[in-house]
């Protein structure tokens, strides 16, 4: 089975760059909060984006993605964060408390998709599987080895 997460970036209508950088111009960099899980792919991003850019390395904090969502649904303006990473889709309450707070055309973007890692303790013995089989653990239609339908 595979899982897969949404990491959204909730961004206000500042999307576009240049105009974010105007309502952060008092701090001359862009505000990044949000999930823990996303954080070091984030902070990568970053430091990219500082070093290709004329623009400053946006600071990220890893808040949690309810913390995030939290701090950025709490208004606009530079005490306020510009994007917040999730792991997952904004709630509805969370929505509204943006809106309720004058955050508003609020736009979540699907980024990525989250990882599974298979782990095997130092006690038990050794799995021992290929990766064609992990790929049919995890794959959404399984061939019928038969050659039949499914």
């Known amino acids: 089975m595979k899982k897969s997460f949404t990491f959204m970036l909730l961004v206000t209508v ?13 701090r001359d960099y862009i505000s990044i909060v949000g ?3 996303v954080y070091p792919f984030a902070t990568v991003v970053a430091e990219q984006f500082g070093k290709s850019t004329k623009y400053k390395t946006p600071k990220i904090e890893s808040t949690g993605s309810g913390g995030g969502l939290k701090l950025f649904a709490a208004g606009i303006g530079v005490q306020h964060p510009d994007i917040t990473n999730a792991s ?4 509805k309450s969370e929505y509204e408390k ?31 599987f290929d990766r064609r089989t992990l790929f ?3 794959a959404k239609d399984v061939p019928d ?3 039949g339908e499914h």
Not at 14 to 26: D, E, G, H, N, R
Not at 88 to 91: G, S
Request: charged share 20%; glycine share 8%.
């Open 145 to 147: 080895p038969k050659g």
């Open 14 to 26: 500042m999307i576009v760059l240049p105009a974010t950088m105007t309502q952060a111009a008092a």
């Open 35 to 37: 999930s823990s899980t």
């Open 88 to 91: 997952r889709r904004i709630k």
């Open 98 to 128: 943006c809106q309720k707070n004058g955050v508003k055309d609020v736009l979540e973007i699907k980024i990525g998709y989250d990882g599974i890692v298979v782990a095997n303790a130092k006690a038990a013995a050794p799995l021992k």
């Open 136 to 138: 049919l653990a995890l």
